[in-house]
């Protein structure tokens, strides 16, 4: 395959994976927690993060990470019971991108001989094509990390999401749970940064999840399934940009997820409407429908 | 109703040898020493410094049905988190199965007051029941270990199941819970609570929220449960009507005091007039229902509830003990305990 003799490809499908896996796993819990907002906050202090990393001069991937995981937490602390409540969310990022256009402009005068004028663009639309094999190692890893710190975590966090009271009352760490999952998110919205870009970042974290819960109601294969479905669609994305010579990556992994969302949620609607049209013929015969009903009339009688 | 009737109309004063009587020939979950499940003597609770309720004395067997009740905002769920160790007791001794709150850990489950599950929630019904028994664990349950965690994985998955024929939600069992209807959701979660086969379930107002058939068959089911498991429930409750034929005991909560004994003791025109400090009349329809009635319609001024506390103070046990009944009187100023109403059944009494 020619597309493999290619570095710059090999290590777009090693980096990608890692940050696909770690979006997917993350997305999962964030479309559950109802904090999908909070991705898209985190995305926007991504920008600035690495803008400000950028501006002093320092490894646009410290400030990255630095500000994500900062500010997850910072939101965490804010917000009630470790989750981020959307007013603070809304305050909080729309201060950091007025920031993130400080430091553009700081960048912008300072520094804007050093030969690194894409710098910007790529912040927020990625650069997965660009990364170097050092890059793709680390995101590989880093990547694995936050997939196997959410697994580790996974069957308390689900009970802290559905059911925090009870759960708080079993001993689970709710709090300390929220901010670990929130510095994951912070973790993993960096290493996607340097994929997708800030703005797109979202669509890898959201996308895959959706279609996952839309697909399956059991909640770890829910888990594994988002995180496949994320893997797939950056190498699908991948694929296609490389065939595809004028399409960006950012563009056709987005849409690549987009696409199969789309398809999942039309497969459910027709299942749906097939299922509804189906007991709609047999409610002719109530009697065989209505099994579980009796056991209630019987109760409420006795009364 | 004839479960009234049934209950023999205790003497107050011998109530307490009955129970120790109760106890030592009872012996819940064989083997276990015949310990009360919970034992309150003079428990009081504060919030922020504010007596919301106090001298309250109750002895929970096992298998025993127990209602707290009182109005809106007198802190029945403070009761709650006393017992679950969550807020320590202002003031008297609180025992849960002979410990401290809180160190009880699986034997008692715990049903909290609820919000709905969001409609759009796609997890199944038995997997959030699963959580019930599971949840505190670390890592993900692995299919591959079925061959070699096999016994324990299937015993759990049994445990799981049983649990959900036990409550009558095998037929919803597998659907995604937020498509459940709100008793349907209730029963499950009911399953949650039970799943580690806990002594004491504590339940925080599980009928709100339901239209009144689910009211009538949920409560049957906790009635039900309490027996057949040996499990005593802690329930408490805004209209005591639905879960009346089925309760031992009954605690009423009022602004600085607290009345307990069985139903025909405490919910009666003499004791929640004691308790209230104003004219309270109980009414009983011709279906049995109860229907508390009086007090003026004025609602609880904050200001006042500081006052009472700031009144209020330890050291009036004797007092307590005294006062026959066990019907505490809040020391509450006869001005502000007017302004007060019995929550009993209002919401009845509106039907």
Not at chain 2, 90 to 116: C, D, F
Not at chain 2, 145 to 158: I, L, N, P, S, Y
Request: proline share 4%; net charge neutral; charged share 20%.
């Amino acid at each position: 395959m020619s597309m493999f003799s290619h570095p710059f490809m090999v290590y777009a499908l090693l980096g990608g994976t890692g940050i696909a896996a770690a979006c997917g796993a993350v997305g999962f819990f964030l479309v559950l927690r109802a904090q999908v907002f909070t991705g898209d906050a985190l995305s926007h202090v991504a920008f600035t993060g690495a803008l400000a990393a950028l501006a002093f001069g320092i490894d646009l991937r410290v400030g990255l990470f630095a500000a994500t995981i900062a500010v997850a937490l910072l939101l965490g602390a804010l917000g009630r019971r470790g989750r981020a409540d959307d007013v603070v969310i809304g305050n909080v990022f729309a201060w950091i991108l007025g920031l993130g256009v400080f430091f553009l402009t700081l960048y912008t005068t300072n520094r804007s001989g050093s030969g690194n004028g894409s710098a910007t663009i790529n912040v927020l639309f990625g650069s997965i094509l660009g990364l170097s094999s050092s890059q793709a190692q680390t995101a590989l890893w880093i990547g694995v990390g936050v997939v196997a710190a959410l697994v580790f975590i996974a069957r308390p966090l689900l009970f802290a999401t559905l059911d925090e009271a009870v759960a708080a009352a079993r001993g689970v760490p709710v709090r300390v749970l929220g901010f670990v999952f929130l510095a994951l998110v912070g973790a993993a919205t960096a290493e996607a940064t340097q994929a997708v870009g800030a703005l797109l970042l979202l669509g890898l974290v959201a996308a895959p999840a959706g279609t996952a819960l839309v697909l399956t109601d059991r909640p770890f294969r829910g888990l594994g399934l988002a995180v496949a479905l994320a893997v797939g669609e950056m190498w699908a994305g991948l694929t296609l940009a490389y065939f595809v010579p004028r399409m960006p990556p950012s563009f056709s992994i987005t849409a690549v997820a987009t696409a199969v969302y789309a398809a999942a949620m039309i497969y459910r609607w027709s299942a749906r409407r097939r299922a509804a049209v189906r007991s709609a013929a047999t409610a002719v015969a109530p009697a065989h429908i209505r099994v579980a009903e009796p056991v209630a009339t019987a109760d409420t009688v006795s009364v | 109703m004839t479960a009234v009737d049934a209950v023999d109309a205790v003497n107050t004063d011998s109530e307490a040898a009955a129970a120790l009587l109760d106890g030592e020939s009872r012996v819940c979950n064989a083997g276990n020493e015949p310990v009360a499940v919970v034992e309150l003597r003079g428990a009081s609770a504060s919030v922020a410094g504010r007596t919301l309720w106090g001298g309250v004395d109750l002895t929970v067997e096992c298998g025993e049905f127990v209602a707290v009740l009182g109005p809106n905002g007198v802190g029945k769920s403070t009761l709650v988190k006393v017992l679950l160790g969550v807020l320590p007791a202002a003031a008297g001794e609180v025992r849960v199965l002979g410990h401290r709150p809180g160190t009880a850990g699986a034997q008692i489950g715990y049903l909290p007051q609820r919000r709905s599950f969001d409609a759009s929630l796609r997890i199944r019904g038995i997997d959030v029941v699963r959580l019930g028994l599971d949840g505190d664990r670390w890592g993900i349950p692995l299919p591959g270990t079925r061959r070699f965690g096999g016994t324990k994985r299937r015993e759990a998955d049994a445990r799981v199941r049983e649990v959900i024929e036990l409550v009558g939600a095998s037929a919803y069992a597998h659907r995604a819970i937020g498509e459940c209807s709100g008793g349907e959701q209730q029963r499950l979660l009911i399953a949650q609570a039970l799943v580690r086969k806990p002594r004491l379930l504590v339940l925080d107002e599980p009928l709100d929220s339901l239209d009144l058939p689910n009211q009538a068959s949920v409560a049957a089911l906790i009635g039900r449960i309490s027996r057949s498991e040996d499990v005593a429930v802690v329930m408490v409750a805004h209209d005591v009507n639905p879960i009346l034929p089925y309760l031992d005991r009954v605690v009423y909560l009022a602004d600085g005091g607290a009345a307990s004994g069985t139903p025909e003791e405490v919910i009666t025109t003499e004791t929640l007039s004691k308790l209230f400090r104003t004219p309270v009349e109980v009414l009983r329809a011709s279906d049995g229902r109860l229907v508390v009635v009086g007090g003026p319609e004025a609602p609880v001024m904050h200001s006042d509830r500081h006052a009472g506390a700031l009144v209020g103070g330890d050291g009036r046990d004797a007092d307590r003990r005294a006062t026959d009944r066990r019907v505490t009187d809040g020391r509450a100023s006869d001005r502000r305990a007017a302004d007060r109403r019995p929550a009993g059944s209002e919401a009845d009494d509106a039907r």
